[in-house]
């Protein structure tokens, strides 16, 4: 894929999860435990050559928007910018490849659902530790923290898996499972 491609295939999936994680699930109250953040599939799907600086960027806009949206002052795009920064570290611990095509943007449909969900899983969990634990910023709740990073964790990468498997695929080399 060409830039102008990737940067539209981006702006895309940005205004589609932003509504709706803004609209929908920051609406729905599904378990007093379970926050699904399926915006963060906007961060997921930048190409592997991006910067990290610029995928720290990225991070940090679309952790405003959600922050405006939900009145939480800069969690979200602390914990974006932090599962950002991290992202490359991600890539190499779970795949043996050495490279990746610096144009293509991992997507499930690509690379598969078990390298995806490994990729996913990683990233949410990064944010989320961040997100819950700057939210409570109190040790005397650090159980139902914990339960609530790993229930809020599994509900955004299930959720982030369905959203991704309606996307197209960047590219036809992927691997398949």
Known sequence: MNNTANILR???IFAIATVVQVLILDNIEILPLCNPFVYLIFLLSFPFGTRTTTLMFAGLVAGLAIDISSNTPGMHAAACIFACYLRRF?????????????????????YGTVWY?????????AHHIVL????????????????RIVV???ASVLLILLFGSLL?????VGRQD
């Open 90 to 110: 991600m890539l190499t611990a779970i795949s043996f490849r050495t490279a990746y095509k610096e144009d293509d943007m991992p997507s499930l449909s690509s």
């Open 10 to 12: 981006l702006l895309i």
């Open 152 to 154: 809020s964790s599994v």
């Open 132 to 147: 819950f634990f700057v939210e409570q910023f109190d040790t005397l709740y650090l159980l139902p923290t914990l339960l």
């Open 168 to 172: 197209p695929a960047t590219h036809d």
């Open 117 to 125: 969900a490994k990729y996913a899983t990683m990233f949410v969990v």
